[in-house]
């Protein structure tokens, strides 16, 4: 013990950038696991659609109108934050929020969550993911 003290008391700096390193790997892993319970890929989409997943596009009407994922519902992310009435009645059902870059559905999804939506999740990446996956729109 005394030589271990004496080994930290002599390399104040290298025990000091061990300890940094150590907390940022511990953040960076439960920010993972984090994101990584609410965002699915272009391909876990498709399996949860299948099974009749609700999806909701959170982007402006317009930007719905140039193309969106087949039977998906515009439903704009200030009307997720109020609570839209469309998205009210489907607690039991799995909701995929989906957006242009994937950062306004993760915050959709995220809302859905604490709303009480347990199975809510959120494409990574949007539809700029969907479309690299080749996967298609309708307009």
Same mark, same amino acid.
């Given at each position: 013990?005394?030589?271990?003290?004496?080994?930290?008391?002599?390399?104040?700096?290298?025990?000091?950038?061990?300890?940094?390193?150590? /907390?940022?790997?511990?953040?960076?892993?439960?920010?993972?696991?984090s994101?990584?319970?609410?965002?699915?890929? /272009?391909?876990? $989409?498709?399996?949860?659609?299948?099974k009749? $997943?609700?999806?909701?596009?959170?982007?402006?009407? +317009?930007?719905? +109108?140039?193309?969106?994922?087949?039977?998906?519902?515009?439903?704009? &992310?200030?009307?997720?934050?109020?609570?839209?009435? $469309?998205?009210?009645?489907?607690?039991?059902?799995?909701?995929? /929020?989906?957006?242009?870059?994937?950062?306004?559905?993760?915050? /959709?999804?995220?809302?859905?969550?604490?709303?009480?939506?347990?199975?809510? &999740?959120?494409?990574?990446?949007?539809?700029?993911?969907?479309?690299?996956?080749?996967?298609?729109?309708?307009?």
């Open positions: 013990m005394a030589q271990l003290v004496e080994f930290v008391s002599n390399h104040v700096w290298l025990v000091a950038g061990l300890l940094a390193a150590s /907390a940022a790997v511990m953040f960076y892993e439960l920010r993972l696991r994101h990584g319970a609410t965002h699915v890929t /272009a391909a876990d $989409a498709v399996r949860l659609i299948n009749g $997943a609700l999806v909701i596009d959170v982007r402006k009407p +317009e930007e719905f +109108e140039n193309g969106h994922i087949v039977n998906a519902r515009n439903v704009p &992310f200030e009307r997720v934050q109020q609570g839209d009435d $469309a998205i009210k009645k489907q607690k039991n059902k799995i909701l995929l /929020a989906v957006c242009g870059d994937g950062a306004s559905s993760g915050r /959709a999804a995220g809302q859905l969550r604490k709303a009480g939506y347990e199975n809510a &999740f959120s494409l990574k990446g949007g539809l700029t993911g969907w479309r690299a996956d080749n996967l298609p729109l309708v307009k």
